[in-house]
């Protein structure tokens, strides 16, 4: 079943039942300040890191889910509801969401009258501002009574959860005319606050939530708003909230627009005081007054619009199959932003207080959203290489508010450095700028120990080379890509983490995965070093490069299909003599991208079996046969039930290395169907099943051997969004920026047809038209602005814009 439809021309998805299979959430925000907002209000909000500067308070896994939010209450006579349908669950006579580009729009009508909010974060602002249109459609005067809820977390989201203790103590308020300050901590250590303002008169306020919901009540019955009289509660410990009270009268056709805006605030050091206690409110009314006006809003909201449009545009198709459009040209690349921003810390399923942002996790995002902001992709980078050890390995996850790597989820993971490679290369081909090889960039954030980027670099090549097992082969660290492949772990402690505890030493577990994963990257390692002249270097890392290619096809391959690893006593992982897990997808993933083998038939074995025993009909799973027992020498893999996450669930991440794989063998019709297969925008009509948002992809799918296959969960944060992106527009419909040009090298179905692709790259637009042919890949002939081109890459030039025309084999 269906709960809405995709307008693709305002680029929204509109629910039009409340009760989706699971909270549809949206992202908004851009840059500092951000939100999650689900289909009925709930979520929170937070300053740039979600545990450290958490603003409101939200409760994961709880029944009901999805609890807290910014709500709406309007009592309207004896009906009490919410435009959202939640949290109060009055039936409404419509609702609707409209998730759009950073902004939710929610309707819900009741009785005649009709309640719109309208949530997003300005551009450059850090505030939630939310538009509240009533409108009364009936024919009588309704006098309404407007509450609007949230409630405030005492910053420190992980403190709030657990240090009950001390934070019942602590909360602190002011409430000033129409703004609820909520000031916790700041008369000590913190230079922060935060407010909710609305833009009139209120009638009434509370902050006590004991007050104003009830001990004994929930959200869905608030006992201020059921008795239709707030209490002016100002908090003192406990739990503050921030609730305004309006009354509202509307003549039959009158509409009332109101601004509430959910503001964070700075403040120096010695401008923190207005009087002793009393916070300086000076940059909450200068905030306040940038959108205290309905068409300062509206404003805003058409400049986050055209924000947007311009963000779209620089990757553009045109083909015959609308769902591919759809999730090309919008919610794909919106997915990549929301993970650049978010990495894997804050989602329904990422509680915003255990994971910041990952090295590899980040690296990887890179490649689906750098076309978009080039200038945000190099700080990004700079970030995360600023975190590496100088040996070229590095901590596993740095915390955006201080930008610090830690070990909180573990660290030696020995695929981590090579995807530096992969985001600094990537970048320097989007953008040409080769700048940011000299850039002085720190290790371990010790700026005594800055290098230039170029040897960030190569550190991270020789972290490879230098820490190779016994068959010349990658060692595996703590794991590789796959966090839950464990082979030096052996736990046999539940009350210890897969991801930190103690190795045991002495093994020399290694792993097929980073030989494929350094193969392709220390190929563009090598051709990087020879873009800038550095030769030697370029011969000294291609040995290695080939050594490793050796390595692979001489201890590497099983026959049919490439080991996964070789466990910490050397015995083979992903083989045909293990009696569970024979065969794993990333190494055929990885092997196949770096076309190992391609010659004598290694890559169509692998990628067949593949197909045979790895594909079903919601994707490609990990791992076959799953594991139905604990290995100890495998670590977490092998703890998850059969069919899910790591064992041998369809782990979405993955499956676009099959796809490129696929394209290296010329198999176009293969590539595009895995595609398909896990493309949320072609699961909306077994939403029931699917259960996740129909517009974003989800990190996995549960797979053939799980209890119900076809079940997504982790929706929004994962590398997933980042892959898939880059496999259908760079590897499938074949644009590919390289060093010196735009290549075109499509690998699409013939039964695809024609399409066209617009697309900005250093500084021109170019219109490309791609006519196929009986094969869909090879290049025929190449025109740019009528003028044959030889070969497949269009050199870079002087023109705005170019027109291109290709013809395929
Ligand atoms: C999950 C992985 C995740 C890891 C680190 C494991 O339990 O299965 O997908 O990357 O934890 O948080
Ligand atoms: C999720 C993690 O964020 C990612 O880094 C990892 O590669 C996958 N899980 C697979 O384990």
Request: charged share 25%; aromatic share 12%; net charge negative.
């Amino acid at each position: 079943m269906k709960y809405g439809f995709f307008e693709d021309a305002s680029r929204e998805y509109v629910i039009t039942n409340p009760q989706t299979p699971w909270p549809w959430i949206n992202y908004l925000g851009n840059e500092d300040f951000f939100s999650l907002i689900s289909n009925s209000a709930g979520g929170y909000s937070f300053y740039k890191d979600a545990k450290f500067r958490r603003l409101t308070r939200y409760r994961y896994n709880t029944a009901p889910i999805d609890n807290g939010g910014r709500y709406f209450y309007i009592k309207d006579e004896d009906t009490v509801w919410s435009p959202g349908w939640k949290p109060v669950k009055t039936p409404l006579d419509s609702y609707e969401c409209r998730h759009g580009m950073s902004y939710t729009k929610i309707t819900g009508v009741k009785n005649g009258v009709s309640a719109e909010v309208l949530c997003f974060i300005p551009l450059k602002s850090w505030a939630e501002v939310q538009k509240v249109k009533l409108t009364n459609n009936s024919d009588k005067v309704k006098k309404l009574k407007l509450s609007s809820f949230m409630e405030w977390c005492l910053w420190n989201a992980e403190d709030d959860q657990n240090n009950l203790q001390r934070n019942l103590s602590t909360g602190e308020v002011e409430v000033v005319d129409s703004t609820i300050y909520h000031k916790t901590e700041y008369k000590e250590r913190r230079n922060h606050y935060a407010f909710y303002h609305v833009n009139a008169p209120i009638q009434g306020f509370d902050t006590d939530r004991e007050s104003f919901v009830g001990l004994y009540n929930e959200f869905s019955n608030p006992q201020v708003v059921f008795e239709g009289k707030p209490r002016n509660t100002v908090a003192h410990g406990w739990s503050p909230i921030a609730s305004h009270y309006l009354e509202v009268e509307l003549k039959p056709g009158e509409t009332k627009e109101f601004v509430f805006i959910l503001g964070y605030i700075e403040n120096p050091d010695d401008e923190k005081w207005e009087s002793k206690g009393v916070i300086n409110k000076k940059r909450a009314k200068e905030l306040i007054a940038r959108f205290d006006t309905v068409e300062k809003v509206n404003a805003a909201f058409a400049d986050l619009k055209s924000y947007w449009d311009n963000l779209l545009s620089v990757y553009m198709l045109k083909s015959s199959d609308e769902k591919l459009n759809r999730s090309v040209n919008i919610w794909n690349q919106y997915q990549c932003m929301v993970t650049f921003n978010m990495s894997r810390s804050a989602s329904f399923f990422e509680v915003g207080i255990g994971r910041g942002m990952g090295f590899r996790d980040s690296n990887q995002d890179l490649i689906g959203f750098v076309h978009q902001i080039p200038e945000r992709a190099r700080e990004r980078i700079i970030d995360i290489a600023s975190t590496q050890f100088e040996d070229g390995g590095a901590y596993h996850q740095y915390q955006p508010l201080t930008k610090r790597g830690n070990n909180a989820i573990g660290g030696n993971f020995n695929d981590d450095p090579l995807w530096l490679i992969l985001s600094t290369t990537v970048y320097i081909k989007e953008t040409g700028d080769y700048s940011i090889l000299d850039e002085m960039v720190p290790f371990d954030n010790d700026e005594t120990k800055a290098k230039p980027h170029f040897d960030h670099l190569k550190a991270s090549f020789y972290h490879v080379v230098n820490n190779l097992g016994p068959h010349k082969l990658p060692l595996i660290g703590r794991a590789d890509w796959n966090d839950c492949l464990n082979l030096n772990c052996f736990s046999n402690n539940p009350n210890e983490s897969f991801q930190t505890t103690e190795n045991q030493k002495g093994g020399t577990a290694e792993s097929l995965m980073i030989a494929g994963l350094f193969v392709v990257y220390g190929r563009d390692f090598v051709e990087l070093c020879r873009q800038i002249g550095k030769n030697a270097e370029a011969d000294a890392a291609q040995i290695h490069v080939n050594n490793m290619v050796e390595a692979i096809k001489t201890h590497g391959w099983d026959g049919e299909w490439f080991l996964r690893a070789y466990d910490f006593y050397g015995k083979k992982v992903g083989s045909k003599e293990n009696e569970e897990g024979k065969i794993f997808i990333e190494s055929q993933g990885w092997c196949t991208m770096a076309g190992i083998g391609v010659e004598e038939g290694m890559c169509k074995s692998a990628l067949d079996a593949v197909k045979r025993d790895l594909d079903c009909e919601y994707g490609i799973v990990l791992n076959n046969p799953a594991f139905t027992k604990y290995v100890v020498e495998y670590g977490e893999i092998s703890t998850y039930p059969a069919g899910y996450k790591e064992n041998a669930g369809i782990f979405c991440h993955n499956n676009p290395w099959i796809m490129i794989g696929e394209t290296v063998i010329k198999r176009p019709d293969m590539a595009m169907d895995y595609f398909k297969k896990i493309c949320p925008a072609y699961l909306e009509e077994i939403s029931d099943l699917h259960k996740t948002e129909p517009y974003v992809y989800s990190q996995m799918i549960a797979g053939k051997d799980a209890f119900k296959p076809g079940e997504a969960k982790n929706s929004w944060l994962t590398g997933t969004a980042s892959w898939n992106f880059y496999a259908i527009s760079h590897s499938i419909l074949g644009i590919k920026p390289q060093y010196n040009g735009l290549q075109i090298d499509p690998c699409v179905p013939p039964s695809f047809g024609d399409y066209q692709v617009q697309r900005k790259f250093r500084g021109a637009t170019y219109n490309i038209q791609i006519k196929n042919g009986s094969k869909g890949f090879g290049v025929k002939r190449l025109t740019v602005d009528g003028k044959v081109v030889e070969g497949n890459i269009i050199p870079l030039g002087t023109a705005n814009s170019l027109n291109i025309l290709v013809e395929l084999d």
